[in-house]
């Protein structure tokens, strides 16, 4: 075994090959190690609980936080975060094969933000609509499903805010992935473009990047990312505008990356289950409440998180399908609703008379 310390420059390229290969060897060694000992984790929570847990994203957290605590370089931290999640992601299916299904169709964003929360080795389908990810998971044939709730540009998906509050599942992760636009298609080179598809939303966010670098070409609206790249793949000196996995899954090619305007727009999408994840330390919870029509209510009520120092992240609104003029409010707060403060406000907003309250779930901060 070579010593980097120890005259490494004096190492032929043949030697210094040979010293990677070793520690392939030790690294390959170790999966193995721990494939063993995560299958005598399943043996066990087979044998001791009733309905156990397979998936906790507490437990993963906290690698993810340790790993990073501890970490050095040169390697990127979110190099680490990558390679570990596939382990893990590989490890825990050893222990029970699970499911997930997402917004479709393939190669969405909302495909690439299942793929960035559970790794490639889950058993990944698409869903037609958010009604359909939700259905999937309440009957029983998915363990989790994906779904779109915010953008950083375009504000909340009203749907999947409307089918969480008729829906029994609970939300125990939540993804955030940058928009990032590329152009695809079957030809070769920018020059012999001639038609752009994309969505109109995409569309508005890449009107700057289409007029500079391909001037007097012709846009046209479809009404999905998917429809764009496949009408793309079909259509002879044409592009569609995409996330960078549509390539590799419409056998198109990338002419141009990173084409949208604005730098720093995310997307975030909720993680949907039957269980609440533990506490990780570093949490959020999410829940709903509405309340009669009166003057100051919604003061009093954001003042019982107030009062005892709790961070109040989001809050939304939706018109609520009862009655006219009356609404729904979606709020997020820092802590795991087991955590002391956040429970006491929690007993209190649920014993304040004219409240109907109805929390979705706690789970860990996610690692970016």
């Known amino acids: 075994m070579f010593n980097l310390k120890k005259g490494c420059l004096r190492l032929t390229l043949e030697e210094l090959r040979q010293a990677i290969d070793g520690i392939d060897d030790r690294i390959h060694d170790l999966l193995m190690e721990r494939a063993q000992w995560v299958l005598k984790v399943g043996e066990l929570k087979g044998r001791s609980v009733q309905n156990p847990m397979f998936y906790r994203p507490e437990r993963e957290a906290g690698i993810h936080r340790r790993l990073e605590a501890r970490h050095h370089g040169p390697l990127p931290v979110a190099a680490v975060h ?53 259905h999937e998971c309440e009957v029983g044939r998915a363990d989790f499903g994906v779904t779109p709730v915010e953008s950083s540009a375009e504000g909340v998906v009203h749907h999947t805010l409307q089918r969480m509050a008729d829906s029994p599942l609970r939300i125990c992760g939540e993804i955030y992935l940058p928009v990032v636009h590329t152009l695809l298609s079957r030809e070769t080179g920018l020059e012999r473009i001639q038609t752009v598809f994309a969505h109109p939303q995409v569309l508005d966010q890449c009107r700057g990047w289409l007029a500079a670098h391909l001037p007097g070409v012709a846009t046209k ?60 330390g570093t949490d959020k919870t999410c829940l709903m409440f509405s309340f009669s029509d009166q003057p100051g209510f919604l003061h009093k009520v954001l003042g019982i998180f107030a009062a005892r120092g ?34 006491l406000a929690l007993a209190e907003l649920a014993a304040t008379p004219g409240v109907d309250i109805k929390v979705f779930g706690s789970f860990p901060r996610p690692i970016q």
Not at 92 to 102: D, G, I, P
Not at 120 to 129: D, V
Not at 271 to 277: A, F, I, N, W
């Open 82 to 134: 990558r390679v570990f999640r596939e382990i893990i992601s590989a490890s825990l299916n050893l222990e029970k094969s699970l499911s997930v299904v997402y917004l479709g169709p393939e190669a969405t964003f909302t495909h690439q933000a299942a793929i960035k929360q559970f790794g490639s080795s889950f058993r990944m389908y698409p869903a037609n609509t958010i009604h359909d990810v939700f």
């Open 221 to 280: 609206e479809t009404e999905s990312t998917a429809r764009s790249v496949l009408i793309a793949r079909e259509t002879p000196q044409s592009a569609a505008i995409a996330g960078v996995y549509a390539a590799d899954a419409y056998g198109l090619n990338l002419l141009a990356d990173h084409i949208q305007d604005q730098a720093g727009n995310e997307n975030r999408f909720l993680v949907l289950g039957r269980q609440v994840p533990s506490r990780s």
């Open 310 to 343: 709790i961070n109040l992240s989001a809050i939304q609104s939706i018109p609520s399908r009862g009655k006219a003029w009356e609404y729904i409010f979606f709020l997020d707060f820092d802590g795991h609703l087991e955590d002391p403060e956040p429970a």
